[in-house]
């Protein structure tokens, strides 16, 4: 490992789990409580997916320099995948370069969305004023992205204002995180059929499993989907394991162990995710390695 980054194979940690809103306390020992923040080291180079409220302790961390590079993958523009930006250190580092892809925008960069979040009165400091340089791609989810070399396909999600799927495949490994998203049928309709292709073989799919099929009625249209619909996208995709992910933040580490006892009665790959867990990919198809603690800070 080099400078915190594996140099092979495909890594996933994570530094936020939970969605809609961080949440603290007790109750959040487990599993964790910040928001959206994947990081992803494949073949020697690292990406951030999402910028919740994860990004901020991943960023203290990292001890940024000048001549440093970030690449942060937005699924899409909610809070709780961009309000971690804020307070991530490397943007108050002189010399350091962030780029920001967005592809829920049909093409347009998250710019000045982004731009509305950093400003008076919202918040003081405008991207203007920070001493790193941002920049801001947009594209549309479906296209295959080249980052450094590597390709990185991705595709759009039923979610309101749109969300972006992504893959990651160094080698015999892949890994495909699928987060925000509402299931729309069983494998016979046209989303779920492309979702089935897009995940097809994956070592892990990381999927928005926001509620279960108990809950779910009551949330039908919020964008979010159940561990239920993700064991039939990873059975359906042959996928090696599902790891569950934008956890309610109305629920407990009890309600969590609940969910996972019960998913993995009915599918052994099955896991919830914790914050300070990392995994590593297996060969397509196959399992994942996961080693399970809390995050350093
Ligand atoms: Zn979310
Ligand atoms: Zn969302």
């Known amino acids: 490992m080099t400078n915190g980054i594996e140099q092979d194979g495909l890594f996933l940690r994570f530094w936020g789990v939970r969605g809609s809103v961080g949440v603290a306390g007790p109750g959040t020992n487990i599993y964790g409580g910040h928001t959206s923040c994947i990081e992803v080291s494949a073949g020697g180079r690292r990406f951030i997916i999402d910028a919740g409220t994860g990004l901020v302790p991943f960023g203290m961390q990292l001890e940024a ?25 490397p943007c108050f580092v002189p010399g350091v370069t962030i780029d920001i892809y967005c592809g829920n925008l049909g093409g347009e ?11 008076p009165p919202l918040f003081p400091v405008t991207f203007d004023a920070l001493p790193s340089k941002v920049r801001f791609i947009g594209f549309s989810a479906g296209e295959v992205l080249t980052i450094g070399g590597l390709e990185i396909p991705t595709c759009p999600l039923n979610h309101p204002d749109g ?38 073989g994956a070592g892990v799919i990381v999927y928005d499993a926001t509620f279960d099929e108990d809950d779910y009625p009551r949330y039908r249209g919020w964008g979010h989907s159940t561990w239920e619909a993700g064991v039939a996208l990873a059975r359906a995709a042959q996928a090696g394991s ?23 009665a009915d599918f052994s790959g099955g896991s919830f995710a914790r914050e300070g867990e990392t995994l590593t990919i297996g060969k397509t198809g196959s399992m994942v390695q996961s080693n399970i603690r809390k995050a350093v800070l």
Do not use: N
């Open 163 to 200: 969300a972006t799927g992504y893959r990651f495949d160094v080698g015999d490994a892949s890994a495909v995180v699928l987060t925000d998203m509402e299931h729309e049928g069983d494998a016979s309709d046209p989303m779920s059929a492309s979702l089935v292709s897009f995940s097809e």
């Open 65 to 89: 320099r000048a001549g440093d590079h970030f690449d942060i993958l937005l699924t899409h523009l909610h809070h709780d995948h961009v309000i971690g930006l804020m307070l991530f250190a």
């Open 242 to 264: 599902l790891v569950c992910f934008h956890h309610a933040p109305e629920y407990d580490d009890a309600r969590i162990a609940l969910m996972e006892k019960k998913m993995k």
């Open 109 to 119: 960069s998250a710019e000045e969305s982004l731009k509305r979040l950093f400003s």
